[in-house]
Nanobody, 123 residues
Framework: LHLMESGGGLVHPGGSLRLSCAASGFTLNDQTVGWFRQAPGKEPEGVSCISKSGGSTDYADSMKGRFTVGRDYAKDAVYLEMNDLRVEDTALYYC?????????????????WGKGTQVTVSS
């Protein structure tokens, strides 16, 4: 079972990126998927989550209104749309699958992880 993130890159402050999470070995449309990020020297931080039923949860006030999680059912993928990016959003972004159907912002409650995609926001 593997997860693969894509879509990271270098962007100027105020810019946008769309991250994508795809899976091999299982159907991502049937899973609860969370997005996390980790900046250098910091603990992992919950970003957002979308449950099996399609409900979404955001975990940090600093990202609310700027980040949106959703599903691309045709591609069996989960995306994270990030707008109005700030320098402090610079981090390695991961997607993860949680076996229970409800969302959680706790990294320890997720069972499968991708290797991450780097997002760098810099002028």
């Amino acid at each position: 079972l593997h997860l693969m993130e894509s879509g990271g890159g270098l962007v100027h402050p105020g810019g946008s990126l769309r991250l994508s999470c795809a899976a091999s070995g299982f159907t991502l449309n049937d899973q609860t998927v969370g997005w996390f990020r980790q900046a250098p020297g910091k603990e992992p931080e919950g970003v957002s989550c979308i449950s099996k039923s399609g409900g979404s949860t955001d975990y940090a006030d600093s990202m609310k209104g700027r980040f949106t999680v959703g599903r691309d059912y045709a591609k069996d993928a989960v995306y994270l749309e990030m707008n109005d990016l700030r320098v402090e959003d610079t981090a390695l972004y991961y997607c993860a699958v949680r076996i229970p159907s409800d969302c959680s912002g706790n990294v320890r409650l997720y069972h499968y992880w991708g290797k991450g995609t780097q997002v760098t926001v810099s002028s």
